[in-house]
């Protein structure tokens, strides 16, 4: 038996919305509710668009500059973490694949691959299966709200086959 990672299985990129998402975590983006005006009138405020989940720990605020990934993309690896979601927002105009697969006694099911626009963000809900920041196009830069604290946080899925995920 082979150590190395094959690549027979192929996932076709869904477009991301709240619905195709909502099995995962919540999308984040204007015009998900009614604004409220602040700031002198200037400014409309989208109030509450996702949930933050945290057991133990903190929200902290942390800056991920991600190398820009290439299609097709081949998906090896799959992770979750148990004690609290994860929040990404795009920085700059970035598109990015957003991986996620629901739970199958503790292992990732097959994973969906959601195209995110470049003004779309990402709540994770906690202990969600997901691939690692994956931007295609745009700089690369996310702003990220999740869990700081001891205890581990992070579980991996490595695959003994790959996914190779296409347009």
């Not at 002198?40 to 929200?59: S, Y």
């Not at 709540?123 to 709200?145: C, D, E, Q, Y």
């Not at 999740?146 to 790959?162: Q, T, V």
Request: glycine share 8%.
């Amino acid at each position: 038996m082979s150590d190395q990672v094959t690549t027979e299985r192929t996932i076709r990129i869904e477009k991301l919305t709240a619905e195709t998402f909502a099995p995962f975590g919540e999308l984040i983006e204007v015009g998900m509710t009614s604004p409220i005006m602040i700031n002198e009138g200037r400014c409309e405020r989208f109030t509450d668009l996702a949930g933050v989940e945290f057991i133990g720990g903190r929200a902290g605020v942390s800056l991920f500059q991600a190398e820009l990934r290439s299609l097709p993309h081949t998906l090896t690896m799959l992770e979750r973490h148990p004690l609290g979601s994860q929040c990404f927002i795009p920085m700059a105009q970035s598109e990015y694949l957003v991986i996620v697969a629901e739970d199958e006694g503790g292992r990732p099911s097959t994973p969906r691959a959601l195209l995110a626009s470049a003004t779309q963000s990402i709540n994770i809900k906690r202990n969600t299966w997901h691939g690692v920041l994956t931007p295609i196009k745009g700089s690369g830069l996310f702003a990220v709200v999740d869990r700081i604290g001891d205890g581990n946080n992070l579980e991996e899925h490595w695959l003994k086959e790959a996914y190779l995920i296409t347009e």
